[in-house]
C-alpha cells in the first residue's frame, strides 16, 4: 500500500476574486488538509496574493511564492507558468494537482489536472496566446492517463 507523504497544489490561479473555484478550494481543501495531518503539503501560491489566511492554525503546509500572478494578463501568465511549473516540478512530492491552464507535465509525475473554468479560454480565438494554449491543451490530453 502506497502511503502519501507529500501532495503538491499549484494553487496560482486563486485569488480574492469570488468563484466556485476559489470557495471549493478553501473549504473542501482545506477540510481535507485538515483531516490528513500525516500528510506534508507544499501550496504553491501567486504573486499578487497570500493563501495563507485561508488556512489559518494547520501545521503541515508550507507555501511557496510563485512569479505567476493569480489576476496578471495571458501573456504574463503563459511566461511566469512556465518558471511557476519548473519549480513545482523541481519539488519531491507523491501526488500534485494543478488547476489552472497552460498545464504540463513533462516529468509524468502523479498529477492530478483540475480544470475548474474555461470560460476565459476560447479555443476558436485566432489570437497567438489562444494559439499556444491550444496546442499546450491538446498535447498533454492526448498523452494523459485516465
Known amino acids: 500500500m502506497n502511503i502519501l507523504k507529500t501532495i503538491s497544489y499549484n494553487a496560482t490561479c486563486f485569488s480574492t476574486n469570488y468563484s466556485g473555484a476559489n470557495q471549493r478550494f478553501f473549504t473542501?481543501?482545506?477540510?481535507l488538509i485538515k483531516k490528513l495531518?500525516?500528510?506534508?503539503?507544499?501550496?504553491?501560491?501567486?504573486?499578487?496574493?497570500?493563501l495563507k489566511s485561508n488556512f489559518k492554525g494547520i501545521k503541515n503546509i508550507k507555501f511557496v511564492k510563485t512569479l505567476t500572478a493569480a489576476d496578471g494578463s495571458r501573456w504574463h501568465k503563459?511566461?511566469?507558468?512556465?518558471l511557476t511549473i519548473k519549480l513545482f516540478f523541481?519539488?519531491?512530492?507523491?501526488l500534485?494537482?494543478?488547476?489552472?491552464l497552460p498545464f504540463f507535465n513533462v516529468f509524468k509525475k502523479k498529477i492530478i489536472f483540475t480544470v475548474h473554468d474555461l470560460r476565459f479560454?476560447?479555443?476558436?480565438?485566432n489570437t497567438l496566446i489562444f494559439f499556444l494554449f491550444r496546442i499546450i491543451f491538446f498535447f498533454n490530453f492526448k498523452n494523459f492517463k485516465y
Not at 503563459?78 to 512556465?82: A, G, I, K, N
Not at 500534485?96 to 489552472?100: A, L, P, Q, S
Open 96 to 100: 500534485g494537482e494543478i488547476f489552472n
Open 90 to 94: 523541481s519539488r519531491n512530492f507523491d
Open 78 to 82: 503563459f511566461f511566469t507558468l512556465t
Open 28 to 31: 473542501l481543501y482545506k477540510k
Open 121 to 125: 479560454h476560447n479555443f476558436q480565438n
Open 37 to 50: 495531518h500525516n500528510v506534508n503539503f507544499i501550496i504553491y501560491e501567486p504573486s499578487d496574493y497570500s
